[in-house]
Every structure is written in structure tokens, then in C-alpha cells.
């Protein structure tokens, strides 16, 4: 289906980005949760084995060229979460991590401007400065600096899955699903291996872990990489991804709320200003990026 160009949302596109946005702010606030009693690794990797469980039927040829294809799975599979989910348990704010990792974005815009030679808007440049500008606002403050790491940490990650959605753009001719699939076949046992090769005590951790802890790996599984990932791949398929991922910056908010009530994060006027200076400034990334695409449309 191609994807049409009417302005206005439908009611059920609007309840699929909402679903996606809460989905995902809630994910992150799980993979906190789940990572404060397992190991990161451990934790990606069930994570990827509950996906590969679901997703495996989409395994099947033909695939792409493995030169692209294996390069692209490890980007945004086991390397992008065996840093992302050291991320998580390395963090202590979360609102101001999940923050960062909508660092991706602008990345992503940068990198194709590098790799597939796409045109970069002034104001793209600009949202980007000013996104970097908010992250390092937000560093600064007294609150943030048990979290210089983890910011550093989520910055790598955002690299990486950048980095991995501008190689996959040039993988043609494969389902997203399947491509998903993959991802799991490769990161479910890498990080499962480097959980275990790493965690002398990780069956031990693993028995001791409480039911809640489990619950937010299956989240994380089930509804987040499977459901959420439906849901944003239907709406891929109806419309331009620039039409809709300027909503999904919305995800730190949902993240920020449980935060606060639940994990005792802290939030002072410099951390809420660079947020929000953060995200103002990936919107302008992403704006720029659809009236670009928009204008080569035309």
C-alpha cells in the first residue's frame, strides 16, 4: 500500500501512535525496572528470544545480500541493545536517559546526509545543534551527575540505531517484519552467550528474580518489540514515516511521569529545560526532514 498524503490523521492512526508512544514509555521504564535485578545483556537477550519465538514463521529466503544484511542486524540488534540496556542499568534518571535517546533522530538525518547523499535542511542543522545543546544543559545540572555515563552511554546507542535505520533503508524488497525476525535470530543468542560468559552468578540472579521483573521482560517482548513494532510499521505502510515520528517525541513524557511516581527520579528546572530544549530540537530535525521529503515529492 502506498502511503497517501491526506493531512489529517484518521481516528484509528491517531490510537495507534498513542499506543505506541505510551507502549514505549512505559518500555523504557520496564527495561529500568528489569535491568536493577538482572543483567543487561541477559535481559536483552529473553527479550529477543520471546521475539524470535514469535516472529520466527517470517524467517524464510530469499534474503538480501549478507555483506549489507549481517552488517545492518548487528547494528540494530545485539550491538545497539547489549549498550542500550548498559544504559539503562547504569542510570539513575531516567527521564534524562530516555531523553537522550531520541539523540537518534537528528542522527539518523546526519548520517544520511553522509552515507546516502540526502540533502540536509539548514533548519535541520539548527534542530541539531540545539538537541545536543539541551542534552548538555541537562548534564550540567548538579542532579545529572551520577548520570554523565549513562547520558554517554545512551549517546553510543543512538549511534548505533542511526546508524543501523539509515542501513536498512537500503535494504530493498524485505518485509520489516522479517527484518525484525532476523534481528532477533542474531541478538537472542549473542546476547544470551555474552550473558552468560560475563554473569558467573546469573542463574542464581535469575531464580532469585521476582515475578514483576520477569513481567517486564515479557513487556518488553510480547508488547513493545512485537505489538508496538505492528503498530508502527502499519502506520509506515498508510503513511510517510515523516508524517507521524514527530509525535512519537512525546515517549519521554510517558517515561518521565513513571519516573517520578514510581522510581524515584528527580526533576529540577534545568533537567525539565534541557529536556524540553532537547526534544524542541529533534522536532525541528524532523520537521525539517518531512517538508524535505515533501518538497522531492513534488
Known amino acids: 500500500?502506498?502511503?497517501?498524503?491526506?493531512?489529517?490523521?484518521?481516528?484509528?492512526?491517531?490510537?495507534?501512535?498513542?499506543?505506541?508512544?505510551?507502549?514505549?514509555?512505559?518500555?523504557?521504564?520496564?527495561?529500568?525496572?528489569?535491568?536493577?535485578?538482572?543483567?543487561?545483556?541477559?535481559?536483552?537477550?529473553?527479550?529477543?528470544?520471546?521475539?524470535?519465538?514469535?516472529?520466527?514463521?517470517?524467517?524464510?529466503?530469499?534474503?538480501?545480500?549478507?555483506?549489507?544484511?549481517?552488517?545492518?542486524?548487528?547494528?540494530?540488534?545485539?550491538?545497539?541493545?547489549?549498550?542500550?540496556?548498559?544504559?539503562?542499568?547504569?542510570?539513575?534518571?531516567?527521564?534524562?536517559?530516555?531523553?537522550?535517546?531520541?539523540?537518534?533522530?537528528?542522527?539518523?538525518?546526519?548520517?544520511?546526509?553522509?552515507?546516502?547523499r540526502e540533502s540536509m535542511p539548514l533548519a535541520a542543522i539548527g534542530g541539531m545543534a540545539t538537541a545536543f545543546a539541551g542534552v548538555v544543559w541537562m548534564m550540567l545540572d548538579p542532579a545529572a551527575s551520577g548520570d554523565v555515563t549513562a547520558v554517554l552511554v545512551g549517546g553510543a546507542a543512538s549511534v548505533l540505531w542511526a546508524l543501523g535505520t539509515v542501513l536498512v533503508r537500503r535494504i530493498q524488497g524485505v518485509r520489516a517484519l522479517k527484518v525484525q525476525a532476523c534481528v532477533a535470530l542474531l541478538a537472542a543468542p549473542t546476547l544470551l552467550a555474552g550473558a552468560f560468559a560475563t554473569e558467573p552468578d546469573l542463574v542464581v540472579r535469575a531464580q532469585a528474580a521476582s515475578w514483576a521483573v520477569w513481567a517486564s521482560i515479557v513487556f518488553a517482548g510480547l508488547v513493545s518489540s512485537v505489538g508496538a513494532t505492528v503498530a508502527l510499521f502499519w502506520l509506515a505502510q498508510r503513511r510517510e514515516a515523516s508524517r507521524f515520528t514527530p509525535y512519537l517525541l512525546t515517549t519521554p513524557l510517558v517515561t518521565a511521569v513513571i519516573g517520578v511516581t514510581a522510581l524515584g527520579d528527580v526533576l529540577t528546572p534545568r533537567l525539565v529545560a534541557g529536556g524540553l530544549v532537547t526534544l524542541c530540537g529533534v522536532a525541528v530535525v524532523a520537521l525539517a526532514e518531512r517538508r524535505r521529503r515533501a518538497a522531492a515529492s513534488a
Not at 527495561?31 to 541477559?42: C, I
Not at 530516555?98 to 533522530?105: A, K, N, P
Open 1 to 116: 500500500m502506498a502511503p497517501h498524503r491526506d493531512s489529517r490523521l484518521s481516528l484509528i492512526e491517531w490510537t495507534a501512535i498513542v499506543a505506541v508512544v505510551v507502549i514505549w514509555g512505559v518500555n523504557n521504564a520496564a527495561a529500568k525496572f528489569a535491568t536493577a535485578a538482572l543483567p543487561p545483556l541477559f535481559v536483552g537477550g529473553a527479550r529477543f528470544l520471546l521475539v524470535l519465538a514469535c516472529l520466527f514463521p517470517f524467517i524464510r529466503p530469499p534474503f538480501p545480500d549478507w555483506r549489507l544484511f549481517v552488517p545492518t542486524l548487528l547494528l540494530v540488534g545485539p550491538l545497539h541493545f547489549a549498550v542500550v540496556y548498559w544504559g539503562f542499568a547504569l542510570a539513575h534518571n531516567l527521564r534524562l536517559f530516555s531523553v537522550t535517546l531520541q539523540l537518534w533522530i537528528p542522527l539518523a538525518t546526519l548520517f544520511s546526509w553522509m552515507i546516502l
